[in-house]
């Protein structure tokens, strides 16, 4: 299916703290949750260097017990949607 994934919605962290992008991030996954999204796009930036905190907190997030129940995996984004900066987020179905 690579390359021919549709992507519900996009989140753009860029100028966030970690802090209100930890917030963000669990609002939007919620909200693409209850309308049915399969995949959405995350964009952290790279940050200086290739190793941007956003970046780096990312996957940590997605393992915290409150967000886990919105994710089913995630996967480094194609460089057309972002590449190195982004993440495709894997979306549980509601049961």
Known sequence: RRGKLEIGGKLDLHGHT????RSALVRFLRSAQA???????VITGVGR?????????LPEWIA???VRGFVSGFAPA???????????????RVD
């Open 18 to 21: 970690q802090e209100t992008g």
């Open 78 to 92: 194609h460089r057309a949607h972002g590449g190195a900066g982004a993440f495709y987020i894997f979306i549980k």
């Open 49 to 57: 260097g290739g190793e941007g905190i956003l970046k780096r907190r």
């Open 35 to 41: 309308r049915g999204d399969r995949a959405v796009i």
């Open 64 to 66: 915290e017990r409150d």
